[in-house]
């Protein structure tokens, strides 16, 4: 590792109003210092770092030419906004960024003025600043709103649907096209820059409207065929015409990286009465760090790493992660079966259909950041007698719940849902939790839904859903690494809706769903420690419940707690239902349920955030200990 990188013009630098008094000329050397100091940022507290390094230039060149923050500049999903936040006053603790009490990952309202929406889910930015631009022109404020977008994010219908509905915020709205990825139209060179430079000056777009004028009042159809004709001669030059059939006067495309091509264009564009107006600017992820540049995708997301080599820190051993438990275990169902094929949302690595793909090239479907299309596209595959997998997070998951409820759930098709990073996940904090899909999913009919309590269980969930034909059926599991289990080389089963009973008592009944079962079992230790023996029951099923198991320990215990990684409204709402309609609480039985609290955790350290969740082993014991109370106390009062 080096020393802190120098900066001497980044360190007259706090927010865009210092850099807007910059000679044009030193831009260069301020961007040169935000991405040194991006570098040694990250490299300290792992992070986003390709897509930021790409934007650099960009993000100096719109907060130079922007009034930001009255021009409203938002980022799409947040992963870019790294070199956004040095620039914006919180250059001073991007050493804390995505741990505990320090800065969110992504872009957030109440982190800084500069943020004036938050962004973690992808394509939401035209949409966002849509509203804001034609919030300015109802209240007639010439402020601008400017959207980033990715071009791996235009892969999501949510961005058409609000440029289709754009036009009428006028040049209060520009879409800056980040195109980092795939070059839709690479840019050559001098000529597409001066092509740029001239399509957004005064002169042309002057020019441009007194023709239309012009030809408006000589003849109508002449106007028309005028404009036609003069809107595809641009899109032949520089290849937007479909940003112009949805409405957009398109410029571009630029070269992401020169400054002395973006701050006219940008300038031409801010200026401009013309709108709305798209931005076409090609960019290279990890653009200025070499290797970052050499492999975009290792460096997406980094740990830690070692500046001068590149080299990340070594992963600790361990278990195996549960996603690639989950890959392996899909690979060897489809090797048993020809029909069971893999669909991703632009999360492949995530999900670890990846290495579905690698083995079933055929089978693996990644549909972009389309989590509707995809589950839609999975009810397609099942009605035609395929056993579709759908690997999609469960925060990503929610962006499809329509589809979920009309295309699978109502007509009971078997689509296999694997959601990934179930409950709390650490670094990426609120926007990325699992946190609601057992409330979501459990309220569905037809549906059937597992937690997988380790890595075997996992296994076992895996080879169940392959062979359920019956309906849908979801199975979560969460980031991280395994318990270290030894994996069943033989997969068993599951009897829908049946859960095991792991350990044995008689005074106290824990029913856990999901990987909570270990603090259960601690639990369990400690209480039969102060005399209370304790049941611990793996649920494995949040529906359909195993009434059965619960009827029989609600009959025989004094106590009977739920526990789950999941918001209110999932295992416990339907155990204390079920209670209700049987009337077991007019016996004298307690029940208690453990979930995760009514509030959106911020980032931290999973540990600490179970620990903020009052899920750990201690807050199990006080809970429990509590109900007894409780009970006690009830009793004293009734012989009274």
């Known amino acids: 590792m080096t020393g802190m990188p120098a900066t001497p013009l980044l360190d007259t630098v706090d927010t865009p109003y210092d850099l807007r008094k910059l000679e044009p000329e030193t831009l260069r050397q301020l961007a040169d210092e935000v991405r040194a100091e991006m570098i040694d940022a990250v490299s300290q507290t792992g992070g986003h770092l390709g897509a930021g390094l790409g934007v650099v ?44 009490g320090g800065l969110s990952g992504f872009t957030k309202r109440s982190e800084s003025e500069y943020d004036p929406f938050g962004a973690a889910h992808s394509s939401t930015s035209i949409s966002a600043a849509l509203g804001f631009a034609v919030a300015n ?106 940003f112009e059939e949805l409405g957009f006067y398109y410029v571009g495309p630029i070269d992401g990286h020169n400054l002395e091509h973006l701050i006219p264009v940008l300038e031409n564009v801010r200026d401009s009465e013309q709108g709305p107006i798209l931005v076409h600017v090609v ?3 990890g653009h200025g760090y070499a290797p970052a540049e050499a492999s975009a995708d290792k460096y997406h997301g980094v740990s830690k790493f070692d500046v001068v080599s590149g080299e990340m820190a070594p992963k600790k051993p361990g278990p195996p992660s549960y996603t690639s438990v989950f890959a392996k275990a899909l690979i060897a169902e489809a090797e048993r079966d020809q029909r069971i094929c893999a669909i991703t949302a632009a999360m492949p690595g995530g999900t670890g259909v990846d290495k579905f793909a690698e083995t079933f090239p055929d089978r693996a479907f990644d549909v972009g950041i389309a989590e509707q299309h995809g589950v839609t596209f999975a009810a397609g595959l099942a009605a035609q007698g395929m056993k579709p997998f759908a690997a999609i997070y469960s925060t990503f998951l929610q962006r499809a719940f329509d589809q979920v409820v009309h295309d699978v759930a109502i007509q009971n098709l078997p689509v296999r849902f694997a959601i990934d990073r179930a409950g709390l996940v650490g670094a990426d904090g609120q926007t990325h939790a699992g946190s609601f899909d057992i409330t979501y999913l459990t309220t569905l009919p037809n549906m059937v839904v597992m937690a997988a309590a380790d890595e075997a269980e996992l296994v076992h969930m895996v080879h169940t859903a392959a062979a359920y034909d019956e309906g849908p059926i979801a199975f979560r599991y969460p980031r991280g690494s395994g318990e270290g289990l030894e994996l069943p080389a033989s997969p068993q089963r599951l009897e829908i809706g049946k859960g095991r009973v792991v350990r044995d ?57 739920t526990l789950e990684e999941g918001a209110i409204g999932g295992l416990g709402a339907h155990v204390l239902t079920l209670a209700s309609d049987e009337g077991w609480t007019d016996a004298g039985l307690k029940i208690r349920t453990m979930r995760l609290p009514d509030v959106f955790q911020d ?36 012989r009274a």
Do not use: C
């Open 137 to 242: 022109k109802l209240n007639g404020a010439p402020d601008r709103a400017i959207a980033v977008i990715g071009d791996g994010a235009m892969s999501a219908g949510m961005a058409y649907e609000a440029m289709n509905n754009a036009e009428q915020a006028g040049n209060r709205l520009i879409v800056i096209l980040n195109d980092n990825d795939m070059s839709i139209a690479p840019p050559v060179g001098g000529l597409s820059a001066y092509l740029a430079r001239m399509v957004s000056s005064s002169e042309y777009l002057g020019l441009r409207s007194l023709a239309k004028k012009f030809a408006s009042r000589f003849n109508k159809r002449l106007y028309t065929a005028a404009s036609k004709a003069e809107e595809y001669a641009r899109g032949l030059a520089t290849g937007g015409t479909l």
């Open 505 to 561: 008592g008689s005074k106290v009944a824990i029913l856990s769903l999901g990987t909570r079962l270990g603090e259960a079992l601690k639990a369990a230790d400690e209480l039969e420690a102060k005399g209370l023996p304790t049941t611990v029951a793996d649920l494995r099923f949040a529906k359909p419940l195993d009434s059965e198991l619960i009827r029989k320990l609600a009959a025989t215990h004094e106590v009977v707690l």
């Open 57 to 100: 230039e960009l993000t100096v060149a719109l907060h130079y030419v922007f009034n930001t923050p009255d021009d409203r500049l938002i980022w799409d999903v947040g992963h870019q906004a790294y070199p956004h936040k040095i620039l914006t006053g919180r250059r001073d603790r991007m050493r804390t960024i995505r741990q505990g």
């Open 283 to 285: 960019t290279k992820k």
């Open 603 to 638: 980032q931290d350290a999973p540990e600490k955030q179970y620990e903020e969740a009052g899920l750990t082993a201690p807050h199990i014991v006080s809970k429990v200990l509590e109900a007894l109370r409780h009970n006690s106390v009830a009793v004293e009062e009734a």
